[in-house]
């Protein structure tokens, strides 16, 4: 079972709709949780940090985090052209103590 | 301000070829990483150093070393690499602990001839 999965995609929505990306991860552990946006080409982007069980908001982007199901979230309001990309899902986990990516999803958002 | 710089950008070298690769920070952060990422692939990473000392090597090849000369800067010298080793390099930093957030920096696209 790798550390981190995410659905990879790739994720098609229209413009103004809601973009949904999902990540779930082995280690129960695991304390600090982290959505990067990447553009081809480009370097990871911090989206949100997320550390408690619930929401968080910051913007049209909201991080969800479900310790108990080992599940973490997110959500994109409102989506747009600009936001096709890869998110990125990464966790520090609790034993290896270091930052486990997922391998990615690839949004796509159409006109 | 959040912002990690990498230089060169772009950098080709051949297998005989001695190179660094420089990442510099101004954010008072104490750890700092290498990072490689191949196309289509998550970052993996290849160092961490916390508070100037090296901490995490993971089973890199020695043709990459890596050297903090002060807290703000970190070098990869790259020396003898072969085509594989082609990727993008990122560096990023963190205020301390591993378990904070990753800040990078735009990364040095490297291609071995």
């Known amino acids: 079972q790798k550390e981190v999965e995410q659905n990879s995609g790739p994720l098609s929505v229209p413009e103004g709709a809601i973009a949904s990306l999902n990540c779930t991860y082995s280690?129960?552990?695991?304390?600090?949780f982290f959505w990067y946006r990447q553009y081809s080409g480009k370097s990871p982007e911090l989206i949100m940090s997320i550390y408690s069980n619930g929401d968080k908001e910051d913007g049209r982007f909201t991080a969800q985090l479900n310790k108990a199901s080992q599940y973490v979230s997110l959500l994109i309001r409102d989506s747009q052209p600009s936001d096709s990309a890869t998110y990125l899902c990464a966790v520090v986990s609790g034993s290896a103590r270091q930052l486990t990516f997922g391998s990615g999803t690839q949004l796509t958002v159409l006109p | 301000d959040t912002e990690v710089t990498q230089t060169p950008k772009h950098l080709v070298m051949g297998m005989t070829n001695k190179k660094s690769l420089k990442c510099e920070q101004h954010m008072g952060h104490r750890a700092m990483y290498w990072y490689k990422q191949k196309a289509k692939k998550p970052p993996e990473l290849m160092f961490v150093?916390?508070?100037?000392?090296?901490?995490i090597n993971e089973s890199v090849p020695s043709r990459f070393s890596p050297e903090c000369p002060n807290s703000s800067l970190l070098n990869l010298h790259l020396h003898a690499l072969q085509p594989e080793d082609s990727a993008l390099y990122l560096c990023?930093?963190?205020?301390?602990?591993?378990?904070?957030?990753?800040?990078f920096g735009p990364g040095t696209r490297l291609t071995v001839l």
């Open positions: 990023a930093s963190s205020q301390g602990a591993i378990a904070d957030t990753q800040y």
């Open positions: 280690d129960r552990g695991s304390q600090s």
């Open positions: 150093y916390s508070y100037e000392k090296l901490s």
